[in-house]
């Protein structure tokens, strides 16, 4: 099983992106689905996570408001819609997943998903 990100690309502060992950292989049903983010020098943070089941997300307090995960059960993805870009924000974004569908106090932890995307390039330009 893989997990396929897709959509970065180049932006103009305060443009917009979306970005896709998609798993493929082996069918796998997940539970919790996350973006993570990883700016050169520091250290990966968590960005958002939505549960299948519900569709219940957790977000970054700062990012609240330009970013919204939402995710399509019947074709196994999960998307970030990114708005009001800035300079900040560009950072190699992570899709991640779990099969288990976990409460909101472990949906931002690292160490709650199994399956790791190989990133996808967000620059937004100044």
């Known amino acids: 099983v893989q997990l396929q990100a897709s959509g970065g690309g180049l932006v103009q502060d305060g443009g917009s992106l979306r970005l896709s992950c998609a798993a493929s292989g082996q069918t796998f049903s997940w539970g919790t689905m996350a973006w993570f983010r990883q700016a050169p020098g520091k250290e990966r943070e968590f960005v958002a996570a939505?549960?299948?089941?519900?569709?219940?997300?957790s977000y970054q307090d700062s990012l609240k408001g330009r970013f919204t995960i939402s995710r399509d059960r019947s074709k196994n993805t999960a998307a970030l819609q990114m708005s009001s870009l800035k300079p900040e924000d560009t950072a190699v974004y992570y899709c991640?997943?779990?099969?288990?569908?976990?409460?909101?106090?472990?949906?931002?932890?690292?160490?709650?998903?199994?399956?790791w995307g190989q990133g996808t390039l967000v620059t937004v330009s100044s």
């Open positions: 991640a997943a779990s099969p288990r569908s976990w409460i909101m106090s472990a949906r931002a932890a690292i160490s709650s998903y199994d399956l």
């Open positions: 939505i549960r299948r089941s519900d569709g219940a997300t």
